[in-house]
T-cell receptor, first 114, second 119 residues
């Protein structure tokens, strides 16, 4: 399968703690993206990291990419109750003539307790 | 509009009826995607459009599912003779462009989804 696989499936932490979620994939990629979903509705794009990048920051988010291990991690620092959501990684495979689709994992359900 | 919109937001139908789900992408976005998500599951890719053509229909689960896009904008997903297993949230996303090679796929912007319940 080309889709990413998130780990863990569920994560429960206290406010103020850091949350780390991992994503593994199987094929070479152009980029990897992280999305957030609240309450089973639309996803919101968080951050995109390209295959030639190793680390990227956006506010309290830090994403790393290790193409040799085909893995990525999403770190949320100083978590808040409002960070409670499902987090998905999505890979954009380095495809030949096939264009366009992302491959989403099953997601990590993060719960942050006040 | 400011974002991707979908209608209806909720649809309850009886088994065997046909339903149409609509997606209005962000203006100027050439690529449009349909996904579905069953309760507690990840996203299942259905189909994507580049302009009005659909280069990848590989995710459509059966011939009861079809989609079209006209004028490079609005898209309609039609499910004929609905079954209970069709119950899910149907999500639409659009992106500015698709480029091959190292440029890859742009960020996808998602609509709020249509929750379909087949009784």
């Amino acid at each position: 399968s080309q889709q990413g696989e998130e780990d863990p499936q569920a994560l429960s932490i206290q406010e103020g703690e850091n949350a780390t979620m991992n994503c593994s994939y199987k094929t070479s990629i152009n980029n990897l993206q992280w999305y957030r979903q609240n309450s089973g509705r639309g996803l919101v794009h968080l951050i995109l990291i390209r295959s030639n990048e190793r680390e990227k920051h956006s506010g309290r988010l830090r994403v790393t990419l290790d193409t040799s291990k085909k893995s990525s991690s999403l770190l949320i620092t100083a978590s808040r109750a409002a960070d409670t959501a499902s987090y998905f990684c999505a890979t954009d495979p380095d495809r030949g003539s096939t264009l366009g689709r992302l491959y989403f994992g099953r997601g990590t359900q993060l719960t942050v307790w006040p | 509009g400011a974002g991707v919109s979908q209608s209806p937001s909720n649809k309850v139908t009886e088994k065997g009826k046909d339903v149409e789900l609509r997606c209005d992408p962000i203006s100027g976005h050439t690529a449009l995607y349909w996904y579905r998500q069953s309760l507690g599951q990840g996203l299942e890719f259905l189909i994507y459009f580049q302009g009005n053509s659909a280069p990848d229909k590989s995710g459509l689960p059966s011939d009861r599912f079809s989609a079209e896009r006209t004028g490079g904008s609005v898209s309609t997903l039609t499910i004929q003779r609905t079954q209970q297993e069709d119950s899910a949230v149907y999500l639409c996303a659009s992106s500015l462009r698709i480029a091959g090679g190292s440029l890859g796929t742009d960020t996808q912007y998602f609509g709020p989804g249509t929750r379909l319940t087949v009784l």
